[in-house]
């Protein structure tokens, strides 16, 4: 089958970056959280390669923001998580996983501290506003939850420090990872954090006001012409080396925190009022019974992975992949899979079978990090 | 710029229905509840005479279930919606604007009633399923919240009697607009509503199980060889004409149920415990101050509309085109806008401004339906 086309309209929505990734030539497209998040530019090789190397400027207007206000905001934001956020103060951004009343996986955001009355949440792929919301008003919480104007821009790679220093001041590189600050362009004040989905350092630029889309990605094109800067995007190579999960790809709500790895995350005695705290105590006790893990995958590069892949031990099921990809500095398949308990030491063979056929796999004690 | 490719994953969930529609040479996809739904086939224009004249099968697998089951599930039901369901028996379908507690559309789902304590929501492109979950959970009600494994199979057009009769006997054809019944298909109960999002007629069967997915799919495809039956989808310029709205093109959250002219659906005054009701009683009784209206664009064909359009009055902006494209039967870019109060008289004449230049547009009384 050739690939896809992609029919727009309105309510896969564009972004203010929307016209400066079409200049750049965006070649694909995703949909995450109704809107448009480009794939690739020039080809998902060459984006990966440039990523490690130079700077990149990413549209990722998509990760949408649910902003808490008011005096139940922090009380809130403790019952949407499992981790404890007692300790977490005004300019700190904590990665907090979401769990409904079973301890499902609900959304796995990074939450942003503004003000002890004040959250953004900056979502992945589904409508946690909704979540949010419901649980506000069934529990009759002094709070306003909505979807602010506010649109993340990332700037990514290793360069990406000498680049922003040259738009917002050498400030800005002061940052330490997952802090924030306010930062100045063009006389608006924008929240600048360090952050981002890679493994290459950067930073992700909360515009609020649509309005200046535009000038921010032209100040950062222009200011990075010898950096070599270009549009990119989060690359899948790159995030499954890195072991960086992908909402509704390698975790739904199917799985528990703990069954995606980020049972650190979850501190299910402290955090006092979270619910699927009484389901997921239970998790933390005996632990997970299957696990994310990193995976190699032999052979020659795989097709897209669309579906879960079954992993089999023998004629035994024992886990599944959920994202796979050729990676040219690994020279093998990267993958990102959930493996049982029985299986899961590393080093232990299995065999994946891919849509071209079966291949042997091999579990990793760690992802693919250079 | 050229035709933008779709980067398929996981995230964007397959269907047991996928492999017939690849088959049937798909052209396009839009996503919609993180799930492939077919846009193109023949193109926009074959596809929409084919439509009007002979039978299709849609994947409209995308159309998810929000299962409610228990005690409490009439009671979280009427909680969802102002439609009064006190009438609502088994066996039928309502149509209910889902809102939130500001009077803020959610979804704008069909209810199937199974049992008096069991209902689907078969839901537009919004993950209801986490307000639901929320609102059950923070209300403690007795209710179990979730989505099955339902994937609905349209079968639209003129000829849609005929077909189904064939592969699910003659009974099928008594079904009354928005009634379901059971019947069998290779030894397994299917639930079958005479519904669709098509002006055109037929039926939605759910298929419970993927798993005999493209069972279901060729045996529609044999039955109907000299129908001329092929695969389709929803027809962009089939429900513009017929005014079929489409929730995040043509309302969100934004929006009330009156805005979109669904006041008839709301019985704000008899429909206790809905939430939202205390805002939308105010509405009610005031009226709307903008709504919905059926609009005739003149000139040639469109461009795609990824945008809203404003909708001028001289130099004030009254209103805003949300979907439009040309009609090939009408001879006219027929259009779905949002029109103020004082310009929504049928006959009024409006500037629209279409990304390719500006063009004068007329208000109707109704919808483009022969």
Redesign the interface.
């Known amino acids: ?1 050739t ?10 929505r ?1 972004t203010p970056f929307s016209a400066g990734v ?1 200049r750049a030539g ?6 995450y959280n ?1 809107m448009l998040l480009p ?2 530019f020039d080809s998902m090789e060459a984006d990966y390669h440039h990523l490690k190397r130079h700077v990149q400027v990413w549209d990722v207007a998509c990760e949408r923001q649910v902003e808490l206000r008011g005096p139940d905001a922090g009380r809130l934001m403790q019952m949407l998580t499992p981790r404890d956020l007692r300790g977490m103060l005004p300019g700190q951004c904590y990665y907090v996983p979401i769990v ?2 079973t301890g499902g996986m ?1 959304n796995d955001p990074v939450a942003v501290k503004l003000a002890e009355d004040r959250f953004w949440i900056s979502i992945a ?4 506003l ?6 506000a ?3 009759r919480l002094d709070v306003l939850v909505d979807e602010p104007d506010v649109s993340p821009l990332a700037v990514q790679g290793p360069k990406a420090d000498a680049l922003m220093a040259r738009v917002f001041g050498a400030g800005v590189t002061t940052l330490r990872f997952f802090r924030f600050g306010w930062f100045d362009f063009q006389g608006r004040d924008m929240l600048i954090a360090r952050s981002g989905y890679s493994r290459q350092g950067g930073f992700e630029i909360y515009l609020e006001g649509g309005d200046m889309g535009m000038a921010l990605w032209e100040a950062l094109m222009a200011a990075g012409a010898d950096l070599e800067v270009r549009a990119g995007c989060p690359n899948l190579i790159e995030r499954i080396e890195g072991g960086l999960l ?4 390698d975790m739904t709500r199917e799985n528990t925190p703990h069954e995606c790895g980020l049972g650190r995350f979850c501190n299910t005695h402290s955090a006092i009022g979270c ?1 699927g705290r009484d389901a997921l105590l239970r998790v933390a006790q005996e632990g997970p019974v299957r696990q994310i893990r990193s995976m190699a995958i032999e052979g020659g590069p795989v097709p ?5 892949w079954p992993v089999m031990a023998g004629s035994e099921r024992v886990g599944r992949i ?2 796979a990809v050729w990676s040219p500095d690994f020279q093998t398949n990267v993958a990102i899979g959930m493996v049982r308990m029985t299986h899961w030491t590393p080093g232990t063979e299995l065999t994946v079978e891919a849509p071209d056929g079966a291949r042997r796999a091999v579990v990793r004690g760690e992802f693919f990090i250079q």
Chains 1, 2 share one sequence.
């Open positions: 089958m690939a896809p086309i992609l029919a727009t309209s309105r309510r896969l564009r079409e965006v070649k694909a497209y995703t949909i109704h794939c690739v409904d009343e609900l792929d589904s409508d946690l909704y979540w949010v919301k419901a649980v008003h069934g529990w992908s909402y509704g790809n619910i897209a992975c669309e579906d879960l959920s994202s």
